[in-house]
């Protein structure tokens, strides 16, 4: 009932979420056609991190995993991160409108179907408390609540950010890494994690060190595979 009196209220599909432009109420994404096409959605991917790989590329791991780990099992990214998935992102993250969890879970729910991936629970990544209370919310938290009612999955919001970080996107590789040591701990609902699969769920994967030092806190904890999904892939950083 709660869901039919918000999309009276503030009804989806109406405009393009890219562009503004009136659309009709079954297209998928709250998209247009012309947004929907210019979307890069990912299906050729490294098999470790999730980015995209080119068509004439012929590995199953990108250049930079070639020689990296990571703790969590596999990553997935569902779409290129250009200038509309920007637009996308932030007027979510910082224009408020969070309505636009909607259509990323949508676009989430038809990845994982894509990719079969299988798992018990869902996990989103945290904000420290700062920084939600300044923006709100925390984005991959909404993401991962609206993905758990389409796969009829349990959202476990246990993992705690202790460190109020600077932005990671001004960061190198290697800052990143140092910035985000020892940064996550457990709730005490850890014991639901033992032994059970995870997805993990961010907005934006760049290097992959936030959703590595997550999976690392959720398997030294009993978890047993963690995957990272996350909804758009970011430029490499070195």
């Known amino acids: 009932m709660l869901d039919i009196f918000l999309d009276y209220i503030y009804p989806r599909n109406i405009k393009c979420i890219v562009c503004k432009c009136p659309i009709d109420k079954g297209n998928s994404y709250s998209l247009c056609k012309d947004c929907f096409r210019e ?32 703790n969590f099992d596999r990553g997935f990214c569902c779409t290129v991160y250009d200038d509309n998935i920007h637009k996308i992102i932030y007027s979510f993250k910082y224009g408020g409108n969070t309505f636009l969890s909607y259509p990323i879970a949508q676009i989430m729910k038809d ?70 040591k020892d940064s996550f701990t457990i709730s005490k609902e850890k014991y639901k994690i033992v032994s059970k699969d995870i997805l993990l769920i961010d907005d934006i ?21 963690v995957y990272a999904l996350s909804f758009a892939s970011g430029r490499n950083i070195y």
Do not use: W
């Open 111 to 180: 990845k994982i179907h894509y990719e079969g991936i299988y798992f018990d629970y869902i996990v989103p990544v945290p904000l420290h408390k700062n920084r939600k209370n300044k923006r709100g919310f925390n984005q991959a938290f909404l993401i991962s609540k609206n993905l758990g009612k389409f796969m009829d999955k349990e959202v476990l919001d246990i993992v705690i950010r202790n460190k109020d970080t600077r932005f990671l996107s001004k960061l190198s590789k290697f800052e990143r890494e140092i910035e985000l």
């Open 39 to 70: 979307i890069k959605f990912i299906t050729n991917s490294c098999y470790r991190c999730g980015k995209v790989l080119t068509d004439f590329y012929k590995e199953d791991l990108c250049p930079v995993c070639s020689d990296k780990e990571y």
């Open 205 to 225: 994967f760049t290097t992959g060190t936030t959703s590595s030092e997550i999976a690392k806190i959720l398997k030294n904890n009993g978890a047993n595979k």
